[in-house]
């Protein structure tokens, strides 16, 4: 009950240094259920591993949206569990093979499919700020970028050098605003 109280008090705290309002919160990039057929789709171009469906969904995202491993392979349980993939060791990875049920499960979702496909490369064409002094909107827009540069240009690492340095430059002058705050503060 203490403990319970506490955080209450902790997340008012929280709320009132915020200025007492909550942003909306952005629209999930995936509703219920359709992670697990993103998945099911990825494994049946190809078998694929946990760590290669996170990061091919993150290629088809643009970025913008990286499923945690958390989230992942209990997908992953689940689609095994029905039947509709299965996994054999392979290099000390569990490679995920599409089943006769998970193609069936596939066929059966086209539509549903083509809407999570829809909204995942509106995801990844989205370049706007929803807020402009939002610091996640503008990392989100610089990890786009990124991304779309590497995408685009590979296998051409030419650029690799420059972004490297572009990066490395905006830390430097990002870690340099919180040396001068601290300068001031002291």
């Known amino acids: 009950m203490y403990h319970r109280k506490r955080m209450h008090k902790a997340a008012a705290a929280y709320k009132s240094m915020r200025g007492g ?5 952005r629209r999930r990039p995936l509703n ?3 992670l697990r057929l993103l998945i099911l789709s990825l494994i049946a ?3 694929r591993h946990g760590y290669d469906l996170i990061t091919e969904i993150e290629h088809l995202t643009g970025g913008n949206y990286k ?3 958390g989230v992942m392979y209990p997908a992953l349980s689940v689609i095994e569990d029905l039947g509709f993939a299965k996994a054999k060791k392979e290099d000390g990875k569990r490679v995920f093979y ?3 049920e998970g193609e069936a499960e596939i066929e059966e979702k086209s ?13 990844a ?5 929803y807020d402009p002094t939002d610091v996640r909107s503008a990392s989100r827009n610089l990890r786009y970028a990124v991304f779309k540069l590497v995408a685009n240009d590979w296998p051409d690492t030419s650029k690799y050098e420059d972004i490297v340095g572009i990066l490395n430059r905006a830390r430097e002058d990002i870690n ?11």
């Open 67 to 69: 499923p945690s491993p």
């Open 98 to 100: 599409i089943t006769p």
């Open 125 to 129: 064409s989205s370049e706007h700020d």
């Open 32 to 34: 219920h259920g359709d």
């Open 21 to 25: 309002s909550r942003r909306p919160r």
């Open 111 to 123: 539509d549903t499919l083509a809407k999570i496909e829809n909204r995942l490369e509106a995801l």
């Open 176 to 186: 340099a605003l919180g040396n001068e705050s601290g300068k001031t503060a002291g």
């Open 45 to 47: 171009e190809q078998p």
